[in-house]
Each structure stands twice: as structure tokens, then as C-alpha cells.
Nanobody
Framework: QVQLVESGGGLVQAGGSLRLSCAASGDTGSPYGMGWFRQAPGKEREFVAL????????YYADSVKGRFTISRDNAKNTVYLQMNSLKPEDTAVYYC??????????????????WGQGTQVTVSS
């Protein structure tokens, strides 16, 4: 079993920054990495970022590339999402998730098996 707990969400003005955290416990030794997704009201859940630590590889959605950074603290078993230059369209509930396999379709939520409860990010204009 894996437990994922997100934190760090909140209300911020456009142009501001937030850092989300995802604390993991249990069997977190997945070689496939951890990702972040988000879901805005009335929209489908969408991929944000993926970090495959044993490859040192990161992937980002085009909409956040250059503004968001995914990272991991091995000692704390925590994955972070640093979000800079936030825009109102970044408003959503953000979820971290464990990738279940090495599928090239890593932007698809079906390829993740454990999910956190989500943390709300609201960006005001």
C-alpha cells in the first residue's frame, strides 16, 4: 500500500508562486516515478509533470513548461512541485500520483495507481 498526502495549496495572485508537497509512505519504491496532475472545475484531469528519479528525467505539460519544476527529496520521501509565474488558468485541484508502469503514455491518468487526496490551488487575476 502507498499513501500520498499533498499540501501547500492556497490562494495566490497572478504572477505569484507556490510549492506543493507530496509526502509518500508505504511501498514507494516505484522505478517509474511520481507525477502531478490537476483538475479544474468542469474539466478532465490533466497531466502536469512527471519525475523519473532513477533516470533523472522530468517531463512537463506544455502549459507549465518553464514555470513549474518537479523535484524529489529522497530523505523525506517527498515530491515537490514548484510553481512560479502562476496564472488564473492554473487554478485547479492538484494531485500527486505514483506511476504504475513504463508506458510511453505517461500523460494518461490510467497509468498511475495511487493518488493523493488533492490540494486546491487558486490563482486570482
Amino acid at each position: 500500500q502507498v499513501q500520498l498526502v499533498e499540501s501547500g495549496g492556497g490562494l495566490v495572485q497572478a504572477g505569484g508562486s507556490l510549492r506543493l508537497s507530496c509526502a509518500a509512505s508505504g511501498d514507494t519504491g516505484s522505478p517509474y516515478g511520481m507525477g502531478w496532475f490537476r483538475q479544474a472545475p468542469g474539466k478532465e484531469r490533466e497531466f502536469v509533470a512527471l519525475f523519473i528519479w532513477n533516470l533523472g528525467a522530468t517531463y512537463y505539460a506544455d502549459s507549465v513548461k518553464g514555470r513549474f519544476t518537479i523535484s524529489r527529496d529522497n530523505a523525506k520521501n517527498t515530491v515537490y512541485l514548484q510553481m512560479n509565474s502562476l496564472k488564473p488558468e492554473d487554478t485547479a485541484v492538484y494531485y500527486c500520483a505514483r506511476r504504475r508502469n513504463g508506458s510511453r503514455f505517461f500523460r494518461t491518468s490510467e497509468n498511475y495507481d495511487y493518488w493523493g487526496q488533492g490540494t486546491q490551488v487558486t490563482v486570482s487575476s
